[in-house]
């Protein structure tokens, strides 16, 4: 019984390992499925661990190699990105980051044919100055930047990107000269940007129309004739100079600069300097001041009479010579006149500069002082003794006389005796007469 139980049970367990087959077979593909969700999964945690970044974004990344060709940057993505050093180089050459420092990238994209993400500093810096850039244009904020060259119709100028000046936006007055600001750092303010033309315009004078309109304010509440103050040249003319005296300029007159001889305002003065002035005149309802430098200082024609007494020899320069005579420097501020008629006691001069030169040293003799309409009268010849106070001595009256006519037209040829002769014209007589009257009067009126 048991022999056969046993060997019909046989046929049984033979036939029943089909569904075990089965049964086998699911278990595998369960264990297939369970497997692929488990490397999904992996997959997913393994993409989840890189940082979701888009191109065109700026970010930050570690700098994880420096070599002489790039450095190795790591934003956190599957690959690295490799950036060419000479983004990393200052104006020396050297490089500005190492190993371990945090900057500023551009993923420019994803991949490259090597595999690895295109990253780029340069532009992420240029990124970071366009929304700077906006912010200030939004904000009104004053902007820095320095002069690059000058370009058709203005300035160009860098402030981490390049930017335009127009040349009508540099100053509150017309600037003749915009090569002399190439390379100055300007303060600015931006009145136009558009980042998808790439174009930024940039105004220096709206600057400075809101900051002079401050000081204008405080200037004008303190301002007072007498007052002295410390100002700026801004421009020098013919006619004198323009001092800033804070949000409101004055005029230095040419007259008002020196009590000296001053050609032209540029020999005493020149643009930016610093100069102490006095205020001669404020009228607050054009807002007109006129300035005096001259007035600081002490006036030279005071007790002039003192110094330059009567008949006095006096030395000078020679500073300016017209048809009527030579203006002579005493000191500073100070000047006489020679006239023409006053230089020669012998010579007939028809011009000053047949005897004198400018910045000639002279010699010569004080013959009157007027200190209200400060002149001083000189005379050249006084230096000299009169040499027609001895003629009548030398060449008394009826005296027979021979020379050479200055005036040769004016003698006449008389016949007469042995063969023709020249005698002197009767205008001789007459002029030697009134020298030996000449001599019998006073040493003044000789003068």
């Known amino acids: 019984m048991m022999n056969v139980q046993d060997i019909d049970d046989t046929p049984d367990r033979v036939v029943r390992p089909a569904p075990m087959t089965v049964l086998v077979r699911q278990d595998d593909d369960d264990d297939d499925q369970a497997s692929r969700d488990e490397y999904e999964q992996l997959l997913k945690a393994y993409e989840g661990s890189f940082r979701n970044i888009a191109e065109g974004e700026v970010i930050k990344g570690t700098v994880l190699k420096v070599s002489s060709s790039d450095v190795v940057v790591d934003v956190g993505y599957k690959s690295e990105g490799m950036i060419s050093v000479q983004e990393f180089l200052d104006e020396n050459g050297e490089c500005l980051v190492h190993a371990g420092d945090t900057v500023d990238v551009l993923l420019e994209r994803t991949e490259d044919k090597d595999g690895h993400i295109v990253l780029s500093r340069e532009k992420a810096e240029k990124m ?9 244009y939004d904000d009104k904020k004053v902007v820095l930047g320095r002069v690059i ?4 119709g203005g300035l160009a100028v860098d402030i981490g990107v390049r930017a335009f000046l127009p040349g009508s936006q540099v100053d509150v007055r017309p600037v003749r000269n915009l090569d002399a600001l190439r390379g100055q750092e300007l303060r600015m303010r931006v009145i136009k940007v558009n980042k998808k033309r790439g174009n930024i315009v940039l105004s220096r004078k709206a600057l400075l129309e809101e900051e002079n309109a401050e000081k204008k304010t405080h200037t004008l509440a303190t301002l007072e004739e007498g007052k002295v103050l410390r100002g700026v040249v801004k421009n020098i003319t013919d006619y004198g100079a323009f001092i800033d005296l804070g949000g409101i300029d004055g005029l230095l007159h040419v007259t008002d600069m020196s009590w000296g001889r001053a050609a032209h305002p540029s020999e005493l003065f020149k643009v930016n300097d610093e100069v102490d002035v006095v205020v001669l005149k404020f009228d607050r309802t054009t807002e007109r001041v006129s300035l005096g430098y001259k007035q600081l200082h002490a006036d030279p024609w005071t007790a002039v009479e003192e110094r330059y007494a009567v008949d006095a020899r006096v030395n000078g320069k020679v500073v300016s010579l017209t048809d009527y005579g030579a203006f002579i420097e005493l000191e500073a501020g100070v000047e006489g006149l020679i006239h023409v008629s006053e230089m020669s006691w012998s010579k007939r001069v028809k011009h000053p500069s047949k005897l004198l030169t400018v910045g000639d040293a002279v010699e010569s003799m004080v013959l009157g002082v007027d200190p209200q309409a400060r002149r001083i009268s000189l ?14 001595e030398t060449y008394p009256i009826g005296s ?10 004016r003698v006449r040829r008389v016949r007469g005796g042995r063969g023709g002769h020249r005698r002197a014209h009767p205008h001789l007589r007459h002029v030697v007469e ?7 009067r006073s040493p003044q009126e000789g003068r």
């Open 128 to 136: 970071k100055i366009w929304d700077e850039v906006e912010k200030a």
């Open 149 to 152: 060259e000058r370009i058709k």
């Open 379 to 392: 005379g050249l010849k006084q230096i000299e003794s009169n040499p027609w106070h001895q003629l009548a």
């Open 400 to 409: 027979k006389l021979t020379g050479q006519s200055a005036q040769p037209d």
């Open 434 to 440: 009134q020298a030996a009257e000449a001599s019998l």
